[in-house]
Nanobody, 126 residues
């Protein structure tokens, strides 16, 4: 079975940066698209970023474009989310996701047909 373990969350002041990591195991990591989602209290789960199986294609939510960068290291079975210029509205539980089917990312962008991690809390203070 798939296991996804996030790390790197914490408390940061507005304007600061955090780097989240997600370590994956259970399947051939390089064959699957990876993504990050977030959920704030009282809000629905929100797509943040996705990267295809090879790392050659990325996509971001409009709210984080220019501030967040998703990347992956297939040799380490790890996906990252570099978060810069953080604002209080970024406060949420950030969850790592892996597509269930290989070599596709379109469904993952919608939060469908995915494996999910436990999440890591990111809190941005003003």
């Amino acid at each position: 079975q798939v296991q996804l373990v996030e790390s790197g969350g914490g408390l940061v002041q507005a304007g600061g940066s955090l780097r989240l990591s997600c370590a994956a195991s259970g399947r051939t990591f390089s064959a699957y698209a990876m993504g990050w989602f977030r959920q704030a209290p009282g809000k629905e789960r929100e797509f943040v970023a996705v990267i295809n199986y090879s790392g050659g294609t990325t996509d971001y939510a409009d709210s984080v474009k220019g501030r967040f960068t998703i990347s992956r290291d297939n040799a380490r079975n790890t996906v990252y989310l570099q978060m810069n210029s953080l604002i209080p509205e970024d406060t949420a539980v950030y969850v790592c996701a892996q597509a269930r089917r290989p070599y596709v990312s379109s469904t993952l962008i919608r939060g469908e047909s995915a494996y999910w991690g436990q999440g890591t809390q990111v809190t941005v203070s003003s």
